[in-house]
Nanobody
Framework: VQLQASGGGLVQPGGSLILACEAS????????TGWFRQAPGKEREFVGA????????NVADSVKGRFTISRDNSKGAMFLHMNILNPEDTAVYYC????????????????????WGQGTLVTVSS
């Protein structure tokens, strides 16, 4: 499955953005999915994940209380709602997917996922 992330851009500190991830060939509704980000010179890090059915989510401590993850399986899409953005959130954001190994699975590691999108750049700057 090929993934397409969108919604990145330039935003001022304290602002909000919503990222979207869609599958080009198949619906994402069969996959457990997640968001990761990679800042310049840093390793790719976990941001959030959501189970195939959408009933279970997990977000990184660094974004807890500011970011939420959701999905709309009727549209085959996943979203990352980002609020109170700060310059440390500047990164390329990637969505990822995997056929889940079990019910309610959410993955927090890069190695948990088989499919990756191309990334969308989020820049937080005044």
């Amino acid at each position: 499955v090929q993934l397409q992330a969108s919604g990145g851009g330039l935003v001022q500190p304290g602002g909000s953005l919503i990222l979207a991830c869609e599958a080009s060939e198949r619906s994402l509704s069969n996959y457990g999915t997640g968001w990761f980000r990679q800042a310049p010179g840093k390793e790719r890090e976990f941001v959030g994940a959501i189970s195939r059915g959408g009933g279970f989510t997990n977000v990184a401590d660094s974004v807890k209380g500011r970011f939420t993850i959701s999905r709309d399986n009727s549209k085959g899409a996943m979203f990352l709602h980002m609020n109170i953005l700060n310059p440390e959130d500047t990164a390329v954001y990637y969505c990822a997917a995997r056929l889940p190994p079990r019910l309610r699975w959410v993955g927090r590691k890069v190695s948990d996922y088989d499919h990756w999108g191309q990334g969308t750049l989020v820049t937080v700057s005044s």
